[in-house]
């Protein structure tokens, strides 16, 4: 069964900056991408960044410039640093992965608050 963990989520001013990491249960070659979503209350789920078996990543326009995604193999770990964090940006933030057998995995999810 795959695991995603995520951590790294917290409280942060306007304009700080948080790392979050997806540690995986087995080596991320096995995916076909894996990426970040979030959950701001009273909203849909909505999508944050993805990252390629290849390599690939993309964002949508609303974190592009701020938000970058990126992995580190050797730890079966994908991470999404956040910059220039706005209160917009308070959500519940979601590790996702796609098997290469085109099945959906989900982490439990981490807290992100940007306040002052």
């Known amino acids: 069964q795959v695991q995603l963990v995520e951590s790294g989520g917290g409280l942060v001013q306007p304009g700080g900056s948080l790392r979050l990491s997806c540690a995986a249960s087995e080596n991320i070659f096995s995916f076909n991408s894996m990426g970040w979503y979030r959950q701001a209350p009273g909203k849909q789920r909505e999508w944050v960044a993805s990252i390629s078996k290849v390599g690939e990543a993309t964002l949508p326009e609303s974190v592009k410039g701020r938000f970058t995604i990126s992995r580190d193999y050797a730890k079966h770990t994908v991470y999404l640093q956040m910059n220039s964090l706005k209160p917009e940006d308070t959500a519940v933030y979601y590790c996702?992965?796609?098997?290469?057998?085109?099945?959906?995995?989900w982490g439990q999810g981490t807290q992100v608050t940007v306040s002052s």
């Open positions: 996702h992965a796609v098997s290469l057998s085109s099945l959906d995995y």
